[in-house]
């Protein structure tokens, strides 16, 4: 088979998978369906990826590459700009969280298919998935830690940790498409308050995140916030 058919059944299955996945989950989604969708059979699975698994981490590795490697390019332009100086908090925010949200309305790296399946694998992970997606962090995560230690230098570590873990949350929340306020409870949204697009939920969201991030520390944990 040509190269250039070969890349198509391998982007075809790709974008197949990625659909199902994140419509259905990991564990609800079948091969079956993945090859009857993709118009392929197992061996050309097998053959591209070698397994289900490793088909999911390839729908992951070639999204979160550009992802990653955004974020880190806007975080090396901000140190840039400020000259050794720390940057604000917001910057940082925007950085990580912003170039996430925003990837929603580029569909060439993933659009909101890819945005609601990463949010669904954060709140509902696998053993195996979270070992990837932690490798796949590693550098950026390290990079952004060092960023908010630096622009927070009166709040302790520790406590930086702790909101960069529930902002995570509330963001994987965000972009899952879950209506978990219906599930567990009766509030509801009528159709307009209730659309999520990306342009009305970045503002929202990065309002909130930057709200829990600068909130007074917990008594007994040192210093407020300015």
Do not use: C
């Not at 059979?41 to 591209?48: D, E, I, Q, R």
């Not at 996430?100 to 993933?110: P, S, V």
């Amino acid at each position: 088979m040509p190269e250039n058919r070969r890349n198509a059944t391998r982007e075809r299955i790709l974008d197949t998978a990625e659909t199902l996945f994140m419509a259905q989950g990991y564990e609800g989604t079948s091969m079956r369906q993945i090859t009857g969708q993709a118009q392929v059979n197992l061996a050309a699975v097998n053959y591209h990826f070698g397994s289900k698994e490793e088909l999911l981490q390839e729908v992951f590795r070639r999204r979160l590459k550009w992802l990653n490697d955004e974020r880190l390019r806007v975080l090396d332009a901000l140190e840039a700009e400020a000259g050794g100086h720390a940057l604000k908090p917001s910057q940082i925010v925007d950085a990580f969280f912003g170039t996430l949200l925003r990837m929603a309305g580029d569909r060439k790296h993933g659009g909101p298919v890819f945005l609601r399946l990463l949010g669904r694998t954060l709140t509902e992970p696998s053993e195996f998935i979270r070992t990837f997606l932690a490798d796949e962090y590693r550098e950026v995560m390290e990079r952004f830690k060092s960023a908010l230690f630096k622009a927070l230098p009166d709040v302790p570590r520790v406590e930086i940790v702790w909101r960069f873990h529930f902002m995570l949350g509330a963001t994987s929340y965000a972009i899952a498409g879950t209506d978990t306020l219906r599930l567990v409870t009766d509030w509801h949204l009528d159709a307009a308050e209730a659309d999520g697009g990306p342009e009305r939920l970045l503002p929202r969201l990065m309002t909130f995140l930057l709200g829990g991030l600068r909130a007074p520390l917990p008594a007994g944990t040192g210093p407020g916030l300015p």
